[in-house]
């Protein structure tokens, strides 16, 4: 059927064009209407000869003010004058009620423009984060933190969600909202127009998060990261302007991290969170008391790693500087070239091109080289480390992390070693993707039941409480669940492991649980374990001390490596015999006797609020104690031995 396009079509189809091209035109219409009427009525008026004025522009005034206020028509006088002015009068209130509609209609759209976030980010030295997951509000905190001595920093967020949501969501969450200024924009990060908006040639520094909601298909979450990283490095206004700017990406695939890299032109930090992870929980399930020191290491709270400058020390043994420093340990070398080594040996004649990493509360380092009693003291290491022991470990619950778990624990256990899986999953299915991912394992032998670990029925068949170490993952095996119900799967799998340990009187065995949401962290707690590892927390923290130092990642990629040195908790009967007086000023002595790095202590308390006894860089070093059973030097170490 032909459409018509006759001359009233036509008119009509260039008025409505003409009226949705924005406000101006249509008050332009408006005041054009308004003339022509005032015009029109003027003539009349004088056609037919009425006194209400002498001239045109008398009478075109007395007619503009009887159409912009209808009240003004009150005191006319005469029939002719009244009939004329009412009719102006009533077009008047038209154009006038039209005008209005205009106004309100064009501040509504307006209003609702600002609410999407249309407008473009005019900031500078700013804090762009792109993408929306449950890690961005530990990410903006961790931020603040770090930044604590600038005062208020300015956060832009930009992510493919309601900006309205956005904000609410943030004000809800954040907890020190009162040192941010807040700007959040909707909008792609793999758009060249949407990041103009964002001022990202301007920012200090770039965080980009996957996004949760592709969290279940890993290849489209790495791959939007992988985009935005390319949209980043080759914008048209990013030319030049991305030279020595921090951006800190996260991939979840170990494979994705070498493209993410080349996207972002080998200048972008790109952390393989799912990986980190991994590692963190399978140390800490081998190691109780460790979640709580990758806790406050990861935190900008607490202790963390600095790389400081001192030329001064060039030329000096690593093994002569440890006590060095009041207010910090030191516990490797960082170069310029971005190598490093954690726990050199004590031999090692530092460069004068070498900073030192060191463990301390900020970047106010002290050097005051040590006067003290132990000056030049000689300990006579300990005996030889022991065999590696065979390790038999329980998963409970299946997840993408499960991967670098096994790969790591086959390259941490001693030959013999066994890793029993309980989960959802048909055994099939785990064997094919178990030698997908982790190839051929040389030390360990995996098992696998099917079922659901939250049921008392399977648990008393399982025995738990016979297996020396326990970890309870965030459960993804039974399809798509929330990070909610994961944590509830969680914390009634705890519920049941510390039952089975009461009933059997089990008081060693080693139990970790991932919890994904930090919400859920004091819930679990009350189950009386532990060693609970915040995933999200951790990744955002993480993230976090990388935006800040850019340099932080490689050193915190070879700690939570099976080679090289690791962070261990050993007993202190290992330093010195149980009773004797000791000072920590002796014990870091006695561990690089030993060719470790100690950094904490750890004393036998049983108390949450008091963190379990754990402090990392003591301040008192040369304050006299006595160790009991149950202390623990906190050290960095070759292995466990």
């Known amino acids: 059927m032909a459409t018509e396009r006759g001359f009233r079509t036509k008119l009509r189809y260039r008025s409505d064009e003409f009226l949705s091209s924005g406000a101006g035109k249509q008050l332009f219409l408006l005041l054009v209407l308004t003339c022509v009427v005032v015009f029109v009525f003027a003539i009349i008026a004088l056609a037919i000869g009425l006194p209400v004025g002498d001239t045109l522009f008398d009478k075109c005034w007395f007619y503009f003010t009887r159409a912009m206020d209808g009240g003004t028509m009150g005191g006319d006088e005469g029939t002719g004058v009244r009939l004329v002015s009412t009719g102006a009068t009533v077009v008047g209130v038209i154009l006038t ?18 609410k999407r976030g249309a407008s473009p980010v005019v900031e500078k030295n700013h804090f762009l984060i792109l993408g929306w997951s449950e890690k961005i509000f530990s990410v903006i905190d961790q931020l603040s933190e770090a930044n604590i001595e600038k005062g208020k920093i300015i956060v832009v967020v930009m992510a493919a969600r309601d900006k ?49 909601e592709d969290v279940s298909d890993p290849n489209k979450a790495d791959g939007r990261v992988i985009k935005t990283l390319m949209a980043l490095y080759n914008h048209p206004e990013g030319k030049g302007a991305m030279v020595g700017k921090s951006v800190t990406a996260e991939v979840m695939l170990a494979e994705n991290q070498e493209i993410a890299i080349i996207a972002g032109s080998r200048k972008a930090q790109v952390v393989k969170t799912n990986e980190m992870i991994s590692k963190i929980i399978l140390q800490t399930s081998r190691i109780s008391g460790l979640s709580l020191v990758y806790d406050e290491l990861l935190r900008f709270e607490g202790n963390e790693f600095h790389i400081a400058k001192f030329p001064q020390l060039a030329g000096r043994r690593f093994g002569d500087i440890i006590l060095d420093f009041p207010n910090g340990c030191p516990v490797g070398v960082a170069r310029p070239d971005g190598t490093h080594q954690i726990n050199p040996p004590s031999d090692y004649l530092l460069q004068p091109t070498d900073d030192v990493l060191i463990l301390a509360e900020d970047d106010h380092i002290q050097y005051a080289p040590y006067q003290g009693p132990l000056r030049g003291m000689q300990i006579t290491p300990a005996g030889a480390a022991t065999v590696r022991p065979m390790e038999h470990m329980l998963v409970l619950g299946w997840n993408e992390k499960i991967f670098p778990i096994v790969t790591e624990f086959d390259s941490y256990a001693a030959k013999g070693s066994t890793l029993t899986m309980v989960n959802s999953l048909e055994g099939q299915t785990v064997s094919e993707r178990l030698k997908e991912n982790c190839g051929e394992l040389k030390n360990i032998q995996t098992r696998h039941m099917v079922g659901e670990f939250t049921s008392r029925a399977l648990m008393e ?7 020396p170490t326990v970890m309870v993952l965030g459960d993804a095996s039974s399809g798509e669940i929330s990070a909610e119900d994961a944590d509830t799967r969680a914390i009634i799998a705890l519920l049941l492991l510390r039952d089975f340990q009461r009933r059997s009187g089990i008081a060693t065995q080693e139990i970790c649980s991932e919890i994904l949401n930090p919400k859920n962290r004091e819930l679990a707690a009350t189950t009386e374990i532990h060693d609970i590892v915040i995933s999200n927390e951790m990744v955002s923290m993480v993230l976090a001390q990388v935006s800040h130092v850019p340099r932080i990642l490689p050193v915190l990629d070879d700690l939570f490596q099976s080679e090289g040195s690791e962070i261990y908790l050993k007993d202190i009967a290992k330093y010195v015999p149980y009773g004797q007086q000791v000072t920590f000023e002796y014990l870091m002595l006695a561990a690089r006797a030993r060719n470790e790095v100690a950094f904490g202590l750890q004393r036998s308390v049983n108390d949450a609020s008091k963190r379990y006894g754990i402090v990392l860089n003591p301040t008192d070093r040369s304050a006299p104690f006595v160790v009991n059973k149950g202390d623990r030097l906190i050290v960095l170490a070759e292995d466990d031995g």
């Open 461 to 467: 068949n399982l025995q738990p409480q016979n297996y």
């Open 97 to 114: 009620g039209l005008l209005i509609s205009a106004l309100s209609g064009n501040f509504q759209d307006r209003l609702e423009s600002i």
């Open 164 to 212: 309205v949501e956005m904000e609410e969501e943030l004000r809800d969450k954040l907890t020190h909202l009162d040192r941010i200024k807040l700007v959040v924009r909707s909008g792609s990060s793999e758009s060249l127009t949407d990041l103009s908006k964002v001022a990202f040639d301007m920012a200090h520094a770039i965080v980009v998060l996957l996004n949760d």
